[in-house]
């Protein structure tokens, strides 16, 4: 028996070192060059995802720092003066002078509509607003004028709507050159939690600043 | 035992066999060496380049939590944003019963004089007088009746009343726009 190991070690010996080096080549393929090519494959990706938000984040900041404090409370104000974040009937009031003014209107009477009720939510039992737009909330006004002419009723109506803040003539009803009017104001709380959820601040388009200019 | 066999060569022939199968292996060794290093040098490389955008994100976020945190930049610029969306939505959303009613009163001659209005958006109701007798012909006759081609709203016009002061000689007319419903 020993006999027969010696013969087939001396004659196979010659193979040892080159099929130890073939498994142990194999043994690197499986336990370091495949795992190392699902970790290359994985850490790109990351790079990938890392490297887009480096760049959402670099617009962000040049978007910032691109802006002046003194342009950013100019136009902060602009759409503040269009659409308030609460009921600001001091504002309102003022427009509604003004606007009578310029047509030759006198304001007469001046109603508000001012708080929302609660109600609870049959299902839930949770509290919630009983008026709630779609778009923005409310303030619900009417208002009654002396005009000097039913010209003066319907162009003090135009000019409103198209004064700021802004609103929308519900009804117009007129007699004998006195007017009334429903009339709705917007206004629309900041929801700041729900902005800075944005990942990426883009300059204001064209669209935009066409918009923000013709308020 | 063959003639021809030569001992020492066929010795020579197994050792050059033996030679190019040891080579062969050492060079699919050294192959196999060399791309595991160079794949773990590569892995070493791009961990490192992850780290270095890691960190640059993290520098740039806090570059921005500094510069919006001026004055509230940032939260005044995503309010300006959003305002101006809310505020394109209001303008297309609402209605405008000026528009209409300012039609109306251009189809109404000039000594037709309005006694009263009531407008909403569905539904505007006129009342108007004259003593011009042909003025409101034509109103009725031509000027309602061209009316439904400038206004596409218009859903229904009626004549809800006709009445005639005999001391005064001054015609009233009732005239009701129906406006379809958006």
């Known amino acids: 028996m020993e006999g027969l190991l010696r013969l087939y070690i001396r004659k196979y010996r010659s193979n040892f070192l080159p099929v130890s080096l073939f498994l142990l080549s194999l043994f690197i393929i499986y336990r370091i060059i495949f795992p190392q090519l699902t970790t290359i494959s994985r850490v790109r990706q990351d790079i990938s995802g890392a490297e887009a938000r480096v760049n959402d984040l670099s617009t962000s900041l040049a978007t910032l720092r691109s802006l002046t404090d003194a342009d950013i409370e100019e136009k902060f104000k602009k759409v503040n003066s269009a659409l308030p974040a609460n009921k600001d009937i001091v504002t309102i009031f003022t427009t509604m002078t003004s606007v009578a003014s310029d047509t030759d209107v006198e304001v007469e009477s001046f109603t508000i509509n001012v708080g929302d009720v609660y109600k609870k939510n049959k299902d839930q039992g949770e509290q919630v607003p009983a008026a709630v737009q779609t778009v923005a909330p409310a303030l619900d006004i009417q208002l009654g004028v002396e005009a000097s002419s039913y010209e003066n009723v319907v162009q003090f109506s135009n000019k409103l709507q198209n004064s700021l803040p802004l609103s929308e003539v519900k009804s117009v009803s007129a007699v004998n050159n006195n007017g009334q009017y429903k009339i709705s104001f917007f206004y629309k709380p900041y929801q700041v939690e729900d902005l800075e959820v944005q990942k990426v601040i883009q300059p204001l388009s064209a669209t935009e600043q066409k918009q923000l200019e013709g308020l | ?182």
Do not use: C, W
């Not at chain 2, 992850?50 to 500094?66: C, G, Q, S, V």
């Not at chain 2, 004055?71 to 303008?91: A, Q, Y």
């Not at chain 2, 809800?160 to 001054?170: A, T, V």
């Open chain 2, 1 to 182: 035992m063959r003639s021809n066999i030569n001992l020492i060569e066929r010795r020579e022939v197994a050792d050059t066999k033996v030679k190019k199968i040891l080579l062969t292996s050492v060079a699919f060794f050294a192959v196999v060496f060399l791309f595991a290093g160079s794949i773990i040098f590569y892995t070493f490389y791009l961990k490192n380049s992850l780290a270095n955008l890691k960190t640059k994100e993290l520098t740039i976020a806090e570059d921005i939590r500094h510069e919006g945190g001026k004055n509230n930049k940032k939260v005044k610029f995503l309010v300006i944003r959003e305002r101006l969306s809310t505020i394109e939505k209001i303008k297309k959303m609402r209605k405008n019963i000026n528009a209409k009613l300012e039609e109306i009163f251009d189809i109404l001659a000039s000594d037709i004089r309005v006694e009263s209005i009531d407008a909403t958006n569905e539904k505007i109701a006129i009342k108007v007088s004259s003593q011009n007798l042909s003025e409101i012909h034509s109103l009725l006759e031509e000027k309602l009746k061209q009316y439904p081609g400038k206004q596409v709203e218009i859903k229904r016009i009626d004549l809800s009343s006709f009445e005639l002061d005999p001391h005064s000689h001054i015609y009233s007319l009732a005239i009701d726009f129906d406006f379809a419903k958006k």
